[in-house]
């Protein structure tokens, strides 16, 4: 965990970087201008929803699920969105990181190509949004409970965001296909814990993606280096 905390640290002490800033700015503008048109057109949707379940639990039980979905629909799709626009401005901030702690490493990091990384953000936006369907019956299941739902909902998305995170960074420096991941599981795992942490915390989930990617960084790099060394 110490090594996690440092990486936090040292991504946090980076923001005031001018790079850093100017993918900041542009991540949380289009994040915040697509999840707007998202919402305009939620609204359509908890119309009819609240209609649909007034006919099963009534008006005030209708109401009371109908927050409760949209609270959880909020929360997965602020995340899939903000990470599906990290994607395309990832490469600046994993290359500012580098240029000041990894200097080598950005000397050796290959350019992906748009098509590469338009497919990689497509696949991370879909298997998001296909696990998070998929656990949603169990966590509607777990409401009963107070905070099984929430927990659940946090230790999935842990393990994905400690994916998509990693790859950001790996994939630019990987030179063989078959090469494992640099990060181990518990690794990758406590990576998105802390991120998807991050993005329950208002206004700090407009840092929560920028944060994560240059983390990334640091744990890719000193990983990397570590072994190398050995």
Do not use: C
């Not at 959880?72 to 903000?82: D, G, Q, S, T």
């Not at 702690?101 to 190509?113: G, I, Q, V």
């Not at 640099?182 to 915390?201: D, I, Q, Y």
């Amino acid at each position: 965990m110490g090594r996690i905390l440092t990486a936090f640290s040292l991504a946090a002490g980076q923001l005031a970087d001018r790079l850093i800033l100017a993918v900041l700015g542009k991540t949380i503008a289009v994040t915040l201008g697509i999840f707007v048109l998202l919402g305009w057109a939620g609204s359509y949707a908890l119309d009819y929803f609240l209609g649909e379940f007034a006919v099963f639990f009534g008006f005030d039980g209708a109401m009371l699920l109908t927050i409760v979905l949209t609270m959880i629909a909020a929360w997965v799709l602020f995340r899939v969105v903000a990470l599906a626009v990290l994607q395309f401005f990832a490469d600046d901030i994993v290359m500012a990181v580098e240029a000041k702690h990894y200097p080598d490493a950005l000397l050796s990091a290959r350019k992906m190509p748009f098509a590469e990384e338009l497919s990689n953000s497509l696949k991370s936006t879909l298997r998001v949004v296909l696990v998070n369907l998929a656990v949603l019956p169990f966590a509607i299941f777990l409401l009963v409970t107070g905070i099984g739902a929430p927990l659940l909902f946090w230790a999935v998305n842990a393990f994905l965001l400690g994916r998509e995170l990693q790859d950001m960074v790996w994939l630019r420096q990987r030179t063989d296909a078959a090469e494992a991941p640099p990060l181990s599981g518990p690794a990758r795992f406590m990576l998105g814990g802390v991120v998807a942490a991050l993005f329950l915390v208002p206004f700090i989930n407009l840092l929560a993606p920028v944060l994560g990617a240059a983390s990334a960084t640091h744990l890719v790099h000193r990983k990397r280096n570590t072994a190398n060394a050995r």
